[in-house]
Every structure is written in C-alpha cells, then in structure tokens.
C-alpha cells in the first residue's frame, strides 16, 4: 500500500479521503491556497504546502506545482477528490510522467466521458439508452436552432464539458432559445474553458437515479446499487438517496448492466457514477419507468456517503487499494443493499432568495453528535470549523450530514432531527429549507422528480414554522436572561422589573424580518406577562435546562438563542428564525440614503448590462448579469424608472453590498 499521498483539493473532500488514509497508516500532504492557509483539511494532514492565491487557478488548478510538492514531499499517488483537477485528462497524463499513481480512472477514460457529446457516441455503440437529441461536432448557432426545434420544446442546452449544473438551460420556446444559448455558453466557457454544447429532449417528470460502479485493473466491474438525486435546485443536488424509492430489483439489474456497460466500454478503473435521467408515467407505477444515458462522472462523487452506508464499505479505501493495483475486494454477488440513507447538503445560500450563494463568518457552528462510518447513525462530513470563514472563491457548501436507517420512514424521522441539531449563525443557510423539504408530502411520500422543489413551492419557501408570538417570547425570555446575568448580584444593576408596590411595564421594539413588532414586558406581583402588539396579555415563564430554556407563552417550547449584535438567532425543535431587538437610541439618525441604487448581492464579477444611462426600464426588467461561486446571477429592476449611472463596467470585480447601478423612480 502507498506510504504517502497528496490530495489535491480542499475542503469536506480532502478531509474525507486524510480520514481513510489515517486509518489505513498512510500519510498525507495536504495542498492550501492563502483564503485557506488555516482550513481545517490543512490540520487534518501530516504535512501541507502552499500553492498561491486564493483563486483556484492561482492554486488547486496549477498542476504542475501541485506535482512538484508530491515530489517534493516523497508522496507516490495523488488524489484529487472531486471538482478542480479530478477528471482532467491532462493531469491525470503528467502524473504518471512524473512517475505519480494518479487515484482515479485512466486518462483515456476521462477524456471519452469528458465530452458529452463523445460520451453519447460511444453508449451508443455499447448499447447503452440514450435521450433523443443533437450531440454533433458543429455548434453553429443556427444549426442549434433547428436542431432543438427539431427535438422539440421544451429542450436542454447542455455544456458538452459541463458538470454541476453549470451550463445548462431548460428552453420553452423557439424564440427563447438564442439568448438562452448565449448564456449557456458564457458561463459554460467560464466553468469548463469551452463553449460547446449538446442539446437533449428535456424529459418530462424526470428522475435523476445515478448507478455508482467500481472497476480494477484485472478488468473486474461492478456496480454498488443505485442513488436517487432527483431533488435539485438550478440543476444542481440537494438530497440525495439510496437505494431509489420504488426501484424494482428487475429495474436495478437492467440499470446496473447498463452502467457496467458503459464502464467496460472505456476500461474504466477506480470510482465512478453513471448517471440516468428517468421517465416516469405516473409515481406509484415503478414498472413504467424508462431510462436513458445522462452522462458518467470519472471521479467519487459528492454524494458517495450514502451509498458508503447502505453497503458498509468505505470507498475511499476502494480507491486505494483499486490504484495500488489489488482486484476489487468484492464481487458483484457479495454486495447487498442494507437499510435506506440520506444525505443533505448544507450550503451557504439563500433559498428565499433564488438561493443566491452566501458568504460570512460561520459564527455559531454546532452538529449533531456524529460518527464517521457506522450504520444507524448521523454522519457529519464537513471542511469547516467555528470560526471559518465560507469565502466567494468556492463552492458554498459548508457540509453534507449523512443519516442511515433500517427503513425510509427512520432515515427520514433521523434526519429531521439532525437538521434541528445544526445551528449555523453568521450568514444565511439552507438547513431550515431542507427540513421544509423532509417534511413536504410529495418527498415523504416519495413522489420523487426533478421538478419536486418548484411544485412543493408552497410548503417550501417563506415559511415561518415557529411562529411571531413564540419567536418574540423566546427572544425576549433570553434577553432577560442574559440581562440577570451580566448584571450579577448586584441588585442596582438587576432589571427584573421589581419594586416595593405596584407594577413595572418596560417596552420592547424588535424587528422580524422586515416586520416591526411591539411588546410590552409586565413586571407584577404575579409574575411577568407580555403583550405583542395588540394581542392578547399573556402570562410569560421560562426555566433554564442547561441546552436552552422552555419558554411557557401560550404554549411550551424548547429554545437556544445565539446573539449577533441585536440579532437573537433562535432555534427551536421546529424550526429557526430570526428577532433583531433594536435599541431606538442606537438607531436615532439613520435613514434610507441608499435608496434607488442596485447592489451587489455577493462578492463577485460584473458580466455584462444591458441597460445605459438614460434608459427608460420596467419592474422586473433584466439589468445586468454578475458572476459569483461558478455561477451568473441577473439582477432585475425593483421598480418602473430610469437609469442615472452605471457604476461599473463589465469585467470589474464587485464587494457584496456595492451599487451596481443608480436607478430613479419615475
């Protein structure tokens, strides 16, 4: 076995692959970029090297340092975990010419499947289903057009060289399609460095089910069952499953050849998923379900966990042992399915808000009590500590909580309980949105397809689980306890409301999203009772337990408060929300001088305008396009008006809160 590897990544992902070398005796060297100089998967190896700047092409994508510190260090194999360098042919080519095991599948078969558009040729030829589409050499844009008006809407723009999500536009009309081609292809050449796309029938109440399969260098394959990821957003995951609800052994069997197939067809060897997007008639008819050839990703996933817990085997080690050159440890008959897992991605983002991606300072970070590989229990997999900072240079997930159970029904019931266990304070995250999405009926009832997230959008998005009255109490409740005990015993300084006869009543001004709310705080003989703007006078009462206080205001609930500023980030079992607890005397004087501009909603690059000063526009008008975290945002007018200035130019790089724009009302 290797005595040293380097991992040529970052992250929850390099911290995962240093977890299975350490326990494997084998020795690692991790790789840092200056926005990482202090990350936790730096401490999680033996020894780290600095390659350059923050952004990745400053550092995780310059190969040819990244190989000279695996010589440098004496490591004999690289791993590149998943993203950056993981399925570049060309780095996978220096490696062994450096005289590096590279951990991952041959150079050849990277480049096959790289490609789309080649990947589709080559399933066919091995019998392989695939999607009715275009995946031709020409990328004339009027030849696009016909082409997809000759598939038929709606169709699917796809980065022949994509991943991720990036690059991919679901088209409705023939009159859409150009603009939608363009944008494809800027953010395609920006993600991938080409602008050559397929174009696919974009299939109706599809499932995204992936096949994860493994091969040696004997030319053994098998394939370790099957992944639903059909919850997305912007095309990209944000549950993934196993085994798939509904899948029928007869099914599985015919996916499984399938994705076997297309591993043998390009002597793949190592860790690798194919993926198939699904048709389905109708939910509950499994037997309905057709597939098709997506494309196959040439590296471990992101979403490996889950199929690590239904089969108890860690695929890290597979990896391993697969590069050293050792046969697979199993054969296709001696794997079995065990029991359902989940995972959920928790990311940095806003879901309220087109889930643009978020930066900041993870404040608070608390899990759940975690272990790493055993069967029945939550899994935490993270690059991150309290403290950290979730940067614009790369992806905004902060970590991926795995739960495993003897049934769906468990895993689900297990994760949820997770969710409410994780508390993140310091920017904006989608845990709250994932629980509203455990909790919807069309995923608990396993009503699964691509379109889940914007047919449960009701139950999804602006929800408000804890309610105004239980959140105000409990943020008041906590202010007060927080007030006794900066005050300590001394009894001047104590604002318990009490005196010699009578009553006290002290006033409260808090804010709830951009809703202003009163409350009145009375301190009487009998106890305190509280008054929310204009509702009912209710008695208030908590009791400290050591995790938190039960509040008692016209119900018992459990809370945890988290202070940032003004801020009490409150928690509860069923769910979490926000009270700012303003001070007026803080707050005299300031007004609304940033009024009429537009901003930059993260850090990032200006792509383009498509206004001037001077133009005229509507509400919801487009304006101009940013790029942040591999990703375009278009930021739309908020009003009817006319455009005073432009304030940057495309191609500037712009702070999170600067005014793109000067917009006046008409």
């Known amino acids: 076995m290797f005595k040293k590897i380097l991992i040529a990544n970052r992250g929850e992902i390099a911290c995962r692959v240093a977890a299975t070398a350490r326990r494997m005796g084998i020795r690692t060297v991790a790789v840092y970029s200056d926005a990482d100089a202090h990350a936790k998967h730096v401490w999680a190896c033996d020894e780290a090297v600095h390659m350059g700047g923050s952004a990745p092409k400053d550092s995780y994508l310059r190969w040819e340092r990244i190989l000279q510190a695996a010589q440098d260090t004496g490591a004999q194999a690289v791993h590149p975990g998943y993203g950056f360098l993981s399925e570049n042919e060309d780095f996978a080519k220096a490696c062994a010419a450096a005289g590096l095991v590279f951990i991952g599948p041959p150079a050849s078969a990277i480049l096959a499947m790289g490609l789309k558009a080649e990947s589709k040729r080559l399933m066919e030829a091995a019998g392989v289903p695939l ?4 995946h031709g050499a020409d990328q004339d844009p009027a030849l696009l057009q016909r082409e997809a008006d000759r598939i038929g809407y709606p169709a699917l723009i796809k980065a022949s060289a994509g991943g991720g999500g990036k690059g991919m536009r679901v088209v409705e009309t023939s009159e859409d399609f150009a603009a939608a081609l363009a944008s494809c292809q800027r953010e395609a050449i920006n993600s991938f460095g080409s602008d050559a796309v397929l174009i696919e029938k974009y299939v109706q109440r599809p499932r995204h089910i992936e096949i994860q399969v493994f091969g040696d260098t004997q030319g053994n394959c098998v394939y370790l069952f099957e992944r639903d990821c059909s919850v997305q957003r912007r095309h990209q995951k944000v549950l993934e499953e196993a085994p798939a609800p509904g899948m029928t052994e007869a099914l599985r069997a015919q996916m499984g050849a399938a994705a076997v197939a297309a591993a043998k067809a390009v002597n793949y060897v190592g860790a690798g998923t194919v993926e198939f997007i699904v048709e389905q008639t109708a939910y509950d008819q499994p037997e309905s379900m057709k597939f098709f050839f997506m494309e196959m990703n040439t590296r471990l996933q992101v979403e490996h966990p889950v199929t690590e817990a239904i089969t108890g085997l860690d695929l890290v ?172 015993s001394d009894p001047f300084s104590q604002r318990d409301g009490w005196q010699s006869h009578g009553t006290t009543r002290r006033r409260w001004q808090l804010l709830r999203g951009e809703q202003t709310v009163s409350a009145v705080l009375t301190h009487g003989r009998d106890g305190l009772r509280l008054q929310i703007d204009e509702g009912p006078d209710l008695s208030l009462r908590w009791q400290a337990d050591g995790a938190g206080l039960w509040v008692v205001y016209a119900e018992r609930l459990h809370s945890t408060v988290d202070w940032q500023g003004e801020v009490a980030h409150v928690f509860t079992p069923r769910g979490a929300t926000r009270v700012s607890v303003l001070d007026p005397l803080a707050h005299a004087g300031e007004t609304a001088a940033a009024g009429g501009r537009l901003t930059a909603p993260m850090p990032g690059k200006v792509v383009s305008f498509s206004v001037k000063a001077g133009d005229s526009v509507k509400a919801g008008q487009a304006l101009a396009v940013m790029e942040a975290m591999k990703m375009e945002h278009t930021l739309n007018a908020p009003h009817d008006g006319v455009v005073a200035e432009l304030l940057f130019a495309p191609g500037d790089q712009v702070n999170d809160g600067d005014a793109l724009l000067k917009l006046q009302a008409c």
Request: charged share 20%; glycine share 6%; hydrophobic share 45%.
């Open 131 to 134: 999607v009715p589409g275009y």
């Open 317 to 488: 080690e597979w990896q391993l042992r697969v590069a050293r050159g050792e046969p697979l440890p199993l054969r296709q008959d001696q794997l079995r399915i065990q029991g359902h897992a989940i995972e959920a991605r928790i990311c940095a983002e806003n879901p309220d808000n087109l889930f643009l991606p978020a930066t900041g300072t993870l404040q608070v970070y608390r899990k759940p009590p975690a272990t790493s590989f055993e069967r029945g229990t939550v899994r935490v997999d993270d690059g991150v500590r309290e403290g950290d900072t979730i940067s614009p240079f790369y992806d905004s997930m902060v970590a991926k909580l795995i739960v495993h159970g003897d049934t769906r029904e468990q895993a689900l019931a297990r994760l949820d309980a997770a969710l409410a266990q994780i508390h993140i304070v310091g920017l904006n995250t989608n845990v709250q949105f994932l629980r509203h999405v455990v909790r919807s009926p069309s995923f608990a009832q396993a009503q699964l397809d691509t379109a889940l997230i914007q047919r449960e959008a009701a139950v999804l998005f602006d929800q408000d689980p804890v309610g105004l009255s239980a959140a105000v109490a409990a943020a008041v409740a906590h202010a007060c306890v927080a007030e006794q005990a900066q005050a300590g």
